[in-house]
């Protein structure tokens, strides 16, 4: 089994950048299909971004394409999520996610592992 540390988040302004980091542990990274989720309060769950196995194929919500770009590091055993232009309905807990098979449709029930999220608080 996979464990997913997360880290990165922050408050920030409108208009800012951050970068969260996945750490992942116990297994073999490079097999898994990874992905970005964020939960805004009283809301469900959603897709944020994702990436195959070998980084090659990426996936984007239709909200952050071209403002966020999720990049691994198989060797580091990391992946990240590049966010700019930050703006206050971006506020969320950000998730790391790990699946066994890439998803044909990314969504909560498509991932196999979780982190615990990090806080991503945007001040308008």
């Known amino acids: 089994q996979v464990q997913l540390a997360e880290s990165g988040g922050g408050l920030v302004q409108a208009g800012a950048s951050l970068r969260l980091s996945c750490v992942a542990s116990?297994?073999?990274?490079?097999?898994?299909?990874m992905g970005w989720f964020r939960q805004a309060p009283e809301k469900e769950r959603e897709f944020v971004a994702g990436?195959?196995?070998?980084?090659?194929?990426?996936y984007y919500a239709d909200s952050v394409k071209g403002r966020f770009t999720i990049s691994r590091d198989n060797v580091k055993n990391t992946m990240y999520l590049q966010m700019n232009s930050l703006k206050p309905e971006d506020t969320a807990v950000y998730y790391c996610?790990?699946?066994?098979?890439?998803?044909?449709?990314?969504?909560?029930?498509?991932?196999?592992?979780w982190g615990k999220g990090t806080l991503v608080t945007v001040s308008s």
């Open positions: 116990g297994r073999t990274f490079s097999p898994y299909a």
């Open positions: 990436i195959s196995s070998g980084g090659s194929s990426t």
């Open positions: 996610a790990a699946a066994n098979v890439r998803p044909r449709r990314w969504s909560v029930d498509s991932m196999d592992y």
